[in-house]
């Protein structure tokens, strides 16, 4: 079976710092760089799983660096190079506390609050008798606070702007940016015979200017709706056919683990795990359109050294 990257620990010529984070490793070098590598682990319930996804990382990465390039003329973005199939270098930005989260259809959490009643979300007002998977008039943003640690919590334009996370002239063009990238992630998908339901975006500033940074359009990021059953499986009440990784979601509840306090994980096997690859190379030739080559796994924590080490010094 194929190897998978759980775990990195390097030490770069002018490395400052680094930071890991439940997917992915970040290694920040010298004032206005990083290298970011996306490792094979895998969360849900904000708890990274015991076992890590064998080419998940390459997967996920190589989305994002797609859809960086498909949106550069939208917005400046920090990727500068992909040295290695699980890395991306670009600029270090200092990041907006918030995260700007768009809507286009009703499903989700949104959906459970409006189930519940709730007719406003993050500020915005919901049209009455809305139903589940229904397409909004038009896509609403509903960000969220970018917490360090634990939860990100729903917050509305008023209560950013107010509270000085983000100036207003900022918050403005990063709506004019979310609407434009969500505009655009919309457009590719349905060409891959897709639907991009909901997805969210993170911004940084650097010199002044704005940047888009991190991941985009990833399944782990945004949920996606097969476009040919739409309409048939929204009209019948049906679950929509979807393209993310809730299917590891449902998998955990299926045996009973929900990320409630103290509930043991359930075991993940060798079968499983690569049940999960399977899905997760479907994902990315649906989304890219081509075909999935598998790289050697056995020299992947050297592998991705060397490349990193020797963009560095070409620099």
Request: glycine share 8%; aromatic share 12%.
């Given at each position: 079976?194929?190897?998978?990257?759980?775990?990195?620990?390097?030490?770069?010529?002018?490395?400052?710092?680094?930071?890991?984070?439940?997917?992915?490793?970040?290694?920040?070098?010298?004032?206005?760089?990083?290298?970011?590598?996306?490792?094979?682990?895998?969360?849900?319930?904000?708890?990274?799983?015991?076992?890590?996804?064998?080419?998940?990382?390459?997967?996920?990465?190589?989305?994002?660096?797609?859809?960086?390039?498909?949106?550069?003329?939208?917005?400046?973005?920090?990727?500068?190079?992909?040295?290695?199939?699980?890395?991306?270098?670009?600029?270090?930005?200092?990041?907006?506390?918030?995260?700007?989260?768009?809507?286009?259809?009703?499903?989700?959490?949104?959906?459970?609050?409006?189930?519940?009643?709730?007719?406003?979300?993050?500020?915005?007002?919901?049209?009455?008798?809305?139903?589940?998977?229904?397409?909004?008039?038009?896509?609403?943003?509903?960000?969220?606070?970018?917490?360090?640690?634990?939860?990100?919590?729903?917050?509305?334009?008023?209560?950013?702007?107010?509270?000085?996370?983000?100036?207003?002239?900022?918050?403005?063009?990063?709506?004019?940016?979310?609407?434009?990238?969500?505009?655009?992630?919309?457009?590719?998908?349905?060409?891959?015979?897709?639907?991009?339901?909901?997805?969210?975006?993170?911004?940084?500033?650097?010199?002044?200017?704005?940047?888009?940074?991190?991941?985009?359009?990833?399944?782990?990021?945004?949920?996606?709706?097969?476009?040919?059953?739409?309409?048939?499986?929204?009209?019948?009440?049906?679950?929509?056919?979807?393209?993310?990784?809730?299917?590891?979601?449902?998998?955990l509840i299926d045996k009973g683990f929900n990320g409630g306090e103290g509930q043991e994980v359930p075991t993940m096997t060798p079968e499983y795990c690569e049940s999960v690859t399977d899905r997760y190379i479907e994902l990315y030739e649906k989304l890219i359109g081509e075909t999935f080559v598998k790289h050697p796994?056995?020299?992947?924590?050297?592998?991705?050294?060397?490349?990193?080490?020797?963009?560095?010094?070409?620099?």
């Amino acid at each position: 079976m194929a190897q998978a990257l759980t775990k990195t620990d390097y030490k770069f010529e002018g490395q400052t710092s680094c930071y890991h984070g439940k997917v992915r490793d970040v290694y920040f070098i010298g004032d206005d760089l990083l290298a970011m590598v996306v490792s094979d682990r895998i969360s849900a319930f904000d708890r990274i799983l015991p076992e890590g996804i064998p080419y998940k990382g390459e997967i996920l990465n190589k989305i994002a660096a797609f859809n960086l390039d498909a949106t550069k003329d939208i917005v400046p973005n920090w990727k500068l190079d992909n040295p290695d199939p699980m890395v991306t270098v670009g600029l270090r930005c200092e990041g907006f506390k918030v995260e700007m989260v768009i809507r286009g259809y009703l499903t989700g959490s949104a959906w459970r609050a409006y189930k519940a009643g709730e007719r406003t979300l993050c500020g915005v007002t919901l049209p009455e008798g809305m139903r589940e998977n229904e397409k909004f008039p038009h896509p609403i943003i509903t960000p969220t606070t970018k917490a360090d640690e634990g939860h990100d919590e729903n917050i509305s334009r008023e209560e950013i702007i107010a509270s000085g996370l983000v100036s207003k002239e900022d918050y403005e063009q990063l709506e004019k940016y979310t609407y434009a990238l969500f505009e655009r992630g919309t457009k590719l998908a349905a060409d891959r015979g897709l639907i991009l339901v909901d997805t969210k975006y993170e911004f940084g500033k650097k010199d002044g200017k704005i940047y888009l940074i991190d991941e985009i359009h990833t399944p782990d990021s945004s949920r996606y709706f097969y476009k040919d059953t739409y309409d048939e499986f929204f009209q019948k009440g049906i679950p929509q056919r979807q393209l993310s990784k809730e299917f590891v979601r449902q998998w955990l509840i299926d045996k009973g683990f929900n990320g409630g306090e103290g509930q043991e994980v359930p075991t993940m096997t060798p079968e499983y795990c690569e049940s999960v690859t399977d899905r997760y190379i479907e994902l990315y030739e649906k989304l890219i359109g081509e075909t999935f080559v598998k790289h050697p796994t056995d020299d992947l924590e050297k592998r991705i050294e060397r490349n990193i080490t020797a963009w560095l010094k070409e620099r």
